[in-house]
């Protein structure tokens, strides 16, 4: 979008486009609509620039003078980013039409999944303690209230340091009380939940800081984790990829990795059945019995996902052989660009202003720093429900100089 705002097409139609392949939106599709128009244009008058240039070369050479090499762009250095493996998965899912199942499960998807007799290696049963002390978040959270939980939450992180796991519960249970509105409380008791092999308790901690943060990629993570435990393996793919959409991190997606053959076999099982259950419907129609209406369990709501625009650009950018400009130009490349006097509305001059303080990513990040960070991003976001853009970078920058390693909080500051 920033590229876009500076006039930069080819450099803003390959971000863009690379945006819609990641995670999908309709604002990146509908920018990239506007703007490819005009980028196709300008890659065909740099196409036909450059035919005319060979062409010269060529004629040059004939009449035995050899032309100086070419002066050519040094290509921008390739960042190669490992793609967590649960794309591929998300892509046969669109093609199947089936979607991970939901977290609610109706008694005929849960006999469903157990037909397929899948070996699932350490699962548990579920744990039938009592629910754990849950907070509530709608107290008002008061200064001491604050330091209490930050106390608490230091005495737990204590007491896992020594291995003694219960009692950091029991610590991070105080500090839940004292501050119910911390998604990280919930997502690192909910962790601990997970070690003592207590799923259920888990998947109630990791629901709490889902739902006090959409996106606490740790939450889903542990939800996940739990899910694989009790052996809901298509809710745990569920979770485990949205977790690595949010944050990456290597355990989630090794878990996630395990589990997507016996995810593909349990639907490609059940996509038989169905079909079986429809012939066996048909054939009866036909003998002239109506059958019951088959009991068909909810399906998740649909969504709706329009293939984003980019598809056809690059298709056609492979059949003549020229990618996405690279975003390191040299002087030809922007000389080229400009030569098609493309009138782009909505440009501004870039600014001018010193570069804003960034995180130092080979640091390692503390829980303190990670609570810092968390808090900071609460007070950015509450600062931008209020308008207040300037006070919420302000805030998002103490977050990242906590919590450098957050590719989310540049996204939000960016």
Known sequence: MAERLLGRLDNAATDLEKSCQLDYSDDANEALKEILPKVKIIRERRQAKEREQQSQGKSKSASGTVPPPASKPPSAPEVKQERPVMVEEEEEEEETGTGPAQNGKTENEESEESDTDMDVDGTVPPDTEPPQPMGDENIEVTDEMEE??????????????????EEAIGHFTDAILNNPKSALLYSKRASLYLKLK????????ANAAIKLNPDSAQGYKWRGMAERLLGNLEAAEADLEKSCQLDYSDDANEALKEILPKVKIIRERRQAKEREQQSQGKSKSASGTVPPPASKPPSAPEVKQERPVMVEEEEEEEETGTGPAQNGKTENEESEESDTDMDVDGTVPPDTEPPQPMGDENIEVTDEMEEKAQNARDSAMSAVSEGNLEEAIGHFTDAILNNPKSALLYSKRA
């Open 148 to 165: 209490k939980a930050q106390n608490a939450r230091d005495s737990a992180m204590s007491a896992v340091s020594e291995g003694n796991l």
């Open 198 to 205: 207590k799923p259920n308790a888990a998947i109630r901690d």
